[in-house]
């Protein structure tokens, strides 16, 4: 059945000829699928335990946050996961065909976004994603599961480039060398993200990590209902999602594009995460953190580029690749995305 366990769809009672299964998303982490049965419809994900090594984390992470929400905010539209005719919100199944999956109902009248399109859609999510941890700002952001260690540790992607430097492919790095020298030039970055975690001005919250715009729920007029997918919900800073937001607002073309002479920034989406953010959490955030919006996209951008080049010069081994050099690519793209961020900073901070 599409790759699903009968015993999961048993779990939660989905079973018999009524039942229709569909493949649902482009997600390249989760299998994804929509399960209907009898005029209700769900929504079913297989969790990608090679990300994510220890599933019950996150679903104790997102139970925690809907506790949380339930009491201090129960106005807010929280999607929590469908509990299992066992009580848990996680079936796992042994197996090589098995895994770790969860249910979600489907939101009626809502849809998700490949990519953001206009200022405004951008400035819907970011509010969303602002109000998201403005409402858990009372939470015990320390008491969440680390789900992914280092996700966005700006100083361990670093050192792990540089390690890639010493250990991987000779040639891919001599063909890499003008990539090379200018994210090495541009380590400063990773030396502002050190005086971050060191100064108190930087507050640790509940923080999404993961704000594309595909991870915030649209109703049919294009309004923001609800942030989704709460898997690298984790402690951290506000420029994470604030930078994860830029980098890929931001763009003229996708980190995919070959032709660097299209990739633009769009200054418009710039002040639509600005706005839509402080909307939501002006009061939380210090004037240090206010002045470092900029920061933030450089900050991701940076680091998805070190990434990039990072997983080509190690021969593809975390990020694959469809074709050869097609890490290159992602590299040299974001980077150019960085440097025409730059340019503009005197315009946009």
């Known amino acids: 059945m599409m790759g699903i366990p009968q015993q999961v769809l048993a779990a939660y009672g989905l079973t018999g000829p009524d039942t229709v299964i569909k493949a649902f998303g482009t997600g390249l982490i989760n299998h994804t699928w929509t399960v209907a049965q009898q005029g ?13 090594t220890k599933p019950e984390a996150i679903a104790d992470n997102i139970s925690r946050i809907a506790a949380y929400l339930a009491e201090h905010a129960p106005d807010y539209f929280f999607v929590a996961p469908v509990i299992a005719r066992n009580g848990q919100q996680l079936i796992t199944i042994e197996g090589d065909d098995g895994g770790s999956f969860r ?8 849809h998700s976004k490949a990519v953001a399109t206009s200022a405004e859609q951008a400035f819907e ?29 700006l100083s361990l992607r670093y050192r792990q480039f540089l390690q890639a430097l010493e250990t991987g492919n000779p040639d891919r790095i001599r063909e890499s060398a003008e990539l090379i020298h ?30 594309k715009i595909s991870n915030v729920l649209f109703n049919d007029a294009d309004k923001a209902l609800c942030v989704i997918d709460l898997d690298t919900v984790m402690p951290g800073y506000f420029i994470s999602d604030v930078g994860d937001m830029m980098r890929t607002y931001l763009p003229t073309v996708s980190e995919e594009e070959k032709n660097l002479s299209l990739m633009d920034v769009r200054e418009d989406m710039y002040h639509a995460i600005v706005d839509g953010y402080q909307q939501e959490m ?39 690749a469809r074709y050869p ?25």
């Open 182 to 211: 200018y994210l090495k030039a541009a380590s400063h970055l990773v030396d502002r993200y050190v005086a971050i975690q060191q100064d108190a001005h930087f507050k640790i919250r509940v923080t999404h990590h993961d704000t």
């Open 125 to 153: 999510a970011a509010r969303q994603f602002g109000r998201f941890t403005r409402l858990l700002s009372g939470f015990d952001a320390s008491s969440l599961h680390t789900t992914i260690p280092g996700f966005h540790d």
């Open 40 to 52: 209700k419809k769900y929504i079913l994900q297989r969790i990608n335990t090679n990300v994510f």
């Open 325 to 349: 050099g097609q890490n290159f690519v992602r590299a040299s793209n974001q980077v150019v995305l960085l440097q025409k961020l730059n340019a503009l900073e005197d315009t946009l901070s």
């Open 103 to 110: 249910l979600f109902p489907f939101v009626p009248g809502s």
């Open 282 to 320: 002006g009061e939380e955030l210090s004037a240090q953190e206010k002045q470092a919006f900029f920061y933030a996209g450089q900050f991701m951008i940076y680091m998805q580029a070190i990434r990039f080049l990072a997983d080509h010069i190690n021969n593809d081994i975390y990020y694959g």
